[in-house]
């Protein structure tokens, strides 16, 4: 009696090793011009670029080498528009997929950044849904490749605040647990702790339910018995399985 919720994110999850390479055929034929937002270590993004390739797609690269900032969006939101793309790719840590989401979401809109969003902003609604937005996380800690906000940094105001819309879902999210093969020791770490850190503040919440106590009770009992493990050996597979997982959830 009296249980009550909701409960959204991205279109389709693709989960599991090897999935990565399922993306030519995911999006053969749909798109034309693709903006792939990746960060430092674009391994991965080349690679992607060559799957895009063979699909004839058109692609522009756009780095973000730091948390992403008002001006880093809004550069990219005028890269995506003027390039005319109609497809954009998250591809790397937190910062690319949250960077990926907030581009995607601007370019039919009209207006600056700022124009959307909380706190610092005028908070305007979205009007157009956004261009669809490919989510590919390479580590395995903040889950930006399932929710509908990207976290922005005023350098001017120093605050972090957000562009939140239910319109900001990616359509689709693949999460391949070799692609954090990569991932050096101590981000290993860091991103674990991160999912373990969300996992525990949704669990407590006074806002939560018995069915996202569900993702939580799994997420931490996988990362309680394969962070250490991961983290004293990187190559361990069913550890990293887990730790993807964990921060899917």
Not at 119 to 135: D, Q
């Amino acid at each position: 009696m009296g249980l009550n919720f909701s409960y959204a994110t991205a279109s389709e999850i693709v989960f599991g090793s090897g999935t990565f390479n399922q993306i030519g055929k995911r999006v053969a034929g749909k798109y034309k011009n693709a903006l792939v937002v990746c960060g430092k270590s674009n391994n991965y993004a080349e690679q992607l670029l060559e799957i895009l390739a063979s699909q004839n797609i058109i692609v522009t690269i756009y780095n973000i080498y730091t948390e992403p900032t008002i001006d880093v969006i809004q550069e990219g939101i005028e890269l995506g528009r003027k390039s005319g793309c109609d497809i954009v790719f998250g591809i790397g840590g937190g910062s690319p997929i949250d960077s990926a989401k907030a581009i995607a979401a601007m370019i039919p809109n009209e207006g600056v950044l700022l124009d959307y969003l909380e706190v610092i902003g005028f908070g305007k609604p979205l009007v157009k849904s956004p261009v669809p937005c490919i989510a590919i996380p390479t580590t395995s800690g903040t889950g930006a490749e399932v929710t509908k906000n990207s976290v922005i940094k005023s350098t001017e105001k120093k605050v972090k605040v957000s562009l939140r819309s239910d319109k900001m879902y990616p359509v689709l999210a693949v999460v391949d647990p070799l692609l954090a093969l990569s991932m050096p020791q101590h981000i290993t770490a860091s991103t674990g702790v991160d999912a373990l850190t969300h996992l525990m503040e949704t669990f407590v919440s006074n806002q939560s339910n018995p069915f996202i106590d569900l993702f939580c009770r799994d997420g931490m009992k996988r990362i309680a018995r394969s962070l250490e493990k991961v983290v004293k050996n990187g190559n361990d597979l069913e550890a990293r399985e887990d730790m993807a997982m964990a921060s899917l959830l």
